[in-house]
C-alpha cells in the first residue's frame, strides 16, 4: 500500500499502476480545517460555523463540510497515486454522515480498473475512527505517462484568525439586567449609533446628554429610533460632561460612556475636585483585548491615560487591571510588568519599578493577583522564550494583564497588536466611581458593544461587592 509519509513525493506512471493497488491517509478535523474550508469555499452554512444552530439542526456540533472529505481522496490522488502529473477527470460522491470536530478520517483509494488513453478508475471511501462510512465514490483520473520525484516541501504557512473571547463577554452580559448609562455628547454616527446598539442588545439604558436638536438630527440622519430613550439638552459638549458626571454622584447613571467629544473633556469633569468623581485610585484604562494568537483575553494597561505614570500611579494601574481581570473571570490573575529586560538594570526605571511593585504585592499594597517583573514582552506571553532564558515564574509566558512602562509604549504595543495580529480590542477606564467607555471612530461595531459589555459586566461586579469601590477622593483624610 502507497504512503504519503515520505520525504520525496513520486509519481505512479499509467504502465506501472496495478488493478488492486491502495493509498490511505489519516487527518483529524479541526476548527482550524472548517474554517479555512468556509472562507475559501465560501460556503458559510451556520452548521458550519454556529454549535447552536447546528444543535439545533440535530447535530452535535458544529458539523465540517462534506467536500472535506471529498478532499481527502484529492490529496491521496494529487500526492500519492497516481500522484504528481494527475489529471482529475471525474469524482462520483455519495455520503453517509456528518463529520464532527475531532472526528479523525482515513482516506482510501482502490485501482478498480485501466483503460485506454491512461485513465484510471479508483474505488474510494472515508471512514470515521468508528469505522463508520462518511463517504464514497468512484474517481476517474487520467494518470501521467512519465515519472515524476521531488522532495517534498512545506505548505505556506496559512493562519486562521478567530475571534471567539468577546463571544464570551457577550453571551456573559446577556443575562444581566440593563445598566443605567449617560452617554455624553453624542451627536456623531459611531457614538450615537453605538450607544443605541448597546441599548438594542439589552446590555445599557442610555441617558443621551448633548444638544437635542444635534442628537435628533443624527438619529433621523440614521434612521435610528429613540423612542423612550431619556435625552437631557445642554448646550455644548462641556456642559455634557459636566451633567453627565452629575447624573453619577446622583446615583441615576451607573456607566459614563463617551460621546463625540475630546477625552480629555470627559477626564476633566471626572477629575473636578469639587464635583468629580474621583476615587482616592488613579484613573487608567485598560484595554481589554482578544489576539487571534493568543488562547485568552489579554488585558494591556495604560495606553491611554497617565503618559509616564510613577511607581505609585503605576500601583493603581496594577490594581485597577487586576479588578477589571476578577470582573471577567479570571479568579487570579497573572500579572507581567514589562520593560526592554528580563533582569533588574539601575539605569532603566521601568526595571526597577517593576520590582518595586512586586515587593507591594508581596507585602499586600497591590491584591487579588500574582505579579512578576520586569519581563520582557517575549518573556511574558511566549511559554518558550520564558523556558529559554531560565525564568521559572507563574506569569512568564502565560500572562493574562501586561502592565507596559509609560502611555508611548502601551499605546504603540496595543496598535501593534490590532492592526499587525488582527486583534480586537475593547475598553474601559477604571478607578473613577464608575466605569468609563471610551469610544473611537476606528472602533468596529463588535468593538463597541465589547466595550459597553466590559463595563455592564464592572458595574454589575461593583453592585455585587466583588470589586471593592474607594471612598470618593473628598471624603479621603488629607485628600
Known amino acids: 500500500m502507497e504512503s504519503t509519509t515520505a520525504d520525496f513525493i513520486e509519481n505512479r506512471t499509467f504502465d506501472e499502476i496495478q488493478i488492486g493497488q491502495t493509498a490511505e491517509l489519516e487527518r483529524t478535523l479541526t476548527r482550524d480545517d472548517v474554517a479555512l474550508f468556509g472562507k475559501v469555499s465560501g460556503d458559510l452554512n451556520p452548521i458550519h460555523t454556529d454549535a447552536a444552530y447546528a444543535v439545533e439542526s440535530g447535530a452535535r456540533g458544529v458539523v465540517g463540510h462534506s467536500l472535506w472529505a471529498t478532499s481527502l481522496i484529492s490529496s491521496l ?30 482516506a482510501r483509494i482502490r485501482v478498480r480498473e485501466r483503460r485506454e488513453g ?10 470515521n475512527q468508528r469505522h463508520e462510512p462518511v463517504m464514497d465514490g468512484v474517481a476517474q483520473v487520467v494518470a501521467p505517462a512519465e515519472r515524476i520525484r521531488f522532495r517534498r516541501v512545506e505548505a505556506p504557512e ?30 456623531d454616527q459611531v457614538s450615537l449609533q ?63 460612556m463617551k460621546g463625540s467629544l475630546h477625552t480629555d473633556e470627559v477626564l476633566a469633569a471626572v477629575l473636578d475636585k469639587v464635583n468629580g468623581i474621583r476615587t482616592a485610585r488613579r484613573i487608567s484604562h485598560v484595554f481589554v483585548m482578544d489576539v487571534p494568537t493568543y488562547p485568552k483575553l489579554l488585558l494591556v494597561s495604560d495606553a491611554a491615560v497617565n503618559i509616564a505614570p510613577d511607581l505609585e500611579a503605576k500601583a493603581d494601574i496594577c490594581q485597577n487591571a487586576i479588578d477589571l481581570a476578577h470582573t471577567l473571570g479570571v479568579a487570579r490573575p497573572k500579572v507581567a510588568i514589562l520593560s526592554a529586560v528580563e533582569t533588574i538594570r539601575p539605569k532603566i526605571q521601568s526595571t526597577l519599578d517593576a520590582a518595586a511593585l512586586c515587593k507591594m504585592a508581596e507585602r499586600g499594597q497591590i491584591q487579588g493577583g500574582v505579579l512578576d517583573g520586569p519581563l520582557a514582552m517575549d518573556n511574558a506571553i511566549n511559554p518558550e522564550a520564558a523556558r529559554i532564558k531560565k525564568i521559572a515564574s507563574e506569569v512568564a509566558g502565560v500572562a493574562d494583564v501586561l502592565i507596559v512602562p509609560d502611555l508611548e509604549s502601551g499605546n504603540i504595543l496595543a496598535k501593534q497588536l490590532i492592526f499587525l495580529a488582527n486583534a480586537e480590542a475593547a475598553g474601559v477606564v477604571l478607578g473613577a466611581r464608575v466605569p468609563i467607555v471610551l469610544t473611537s471612530r476606528a ?20 453592585r455585587q461587592g466583588l470589586i471593592l469601590k474607594d471612598l470618593p477622593k473628598d471624603l479621603v483624610k488629607g485628600a
Do not use: K, M
Not at 443 to 448: F, I, K, M, P
Open 77 to 106: 490522488l494529487g500526492n500519492v497515486l497516481p500522484g504528481p502529473g494527475t489529471v482529475y477527470v471525474s469524482q462520483d460522491s455519495n455520503f453517509h454522515r456528518a463529520v464532527d470536530l475531532g472526528d479523525t478520517l482515513t
Open 118 to 127: 491512461r485513465v484510471v478508475l479508483f474505488d474510494c471511501e472515508v471512514r
Open 158 to 187: 496559512v493562519s486562521v484568525r478567530h475571534h471567539d473571547s468577546f463571544g464570551v463577554l457577550l453571551e456573559a452580559v446577556q443575562a444581566l439586567e440593563p445598566v443605567p448609562t449617560a452617554v455624553v455628547h453624542p451627536v
Open 194 to 256: 453605538g450607544a443605541i446598539e448597546a441599548f438594542q442588545d439589552g446590555f445599557i439604558q442610555p441617558i443621551l446628554i448633548g444638544p437635542l436638536g444635534r442628537i435628533r438630527s443624527v438619529a433621523d440622519e440614521l434612521g435610528l429610533d429613540l423612542g423612550s430613550i431619556e435625552i437631557i439638552d445642554v448646550a455644548h459638549s462641556h456642559a455634557a460632561a459636566a451633567r453627565a458626571v452629575a447624573l453619577i454622584r446622583e446615583g441615576r447613571a451607573e456607566i459614563l
Open 443 to 462: 472602533d468596529s461595531v463588535r468593538t463597541r458593544r465589547a466595550s459597553a459589555a466590559v463595563a455592564v459586566l464592572h458595574a454589575h461586579a461593583v
